[in-house]
């Protein structure tokens, strides 16, 4: 957070927030991920760590390789209420050329 544009104790109560964000199970990311590009993934990138390397209340970032290339991919769980059917909101994973 930014305590030259907000109030410190604002700042200090999202830190814990961002800090206490949960993370989905790797099963989840596996599928998600394997269901965006169409394939497993060992078959897709040459390495994939499945250990988040960011989390947030909105998606977890792993660390990949693609092509030789180091690329992040982004996970976001499924979001939906009783309105709107049950669907990834954004793709598991956005990476050009797969």
């Known amino acids: 957070m930014r305590p ?4 410190q104790a604002l700042c200090d109560v999202l830190k814990r927030l961002h800090a206490g964000a949960p993370v989905h199970a790797w099963e989840y990311t596996r599928a998600q991920v394997e269901a965006a590009v169409g394939a497993p993934i ?6 994939f760590n499945p ?8 998606a977890q970032v792993y660390s990949a390789f693609l092509d030789g290339r ?9 979001l939906h209420s009783p309105s709107r059917p049950r669907r990834p909101v954004i793709p598991a ?4 050329h797969v």
Request: positive net charge.
């Open 93 to 96: 994973a956005r990476l050009p």
């Open 42 to 47: 060992e078959k897709r990138f040459d390495s």
């Open 4 to 7: 030259d544009m907000f109030p």
């Open 70 to 78: 180091h690329v992040a991919v982004k996970a976001k769980p499924e």
């Open 51 to 58: 250990v988040p390397i960011a989390s947030g209340s909105i």
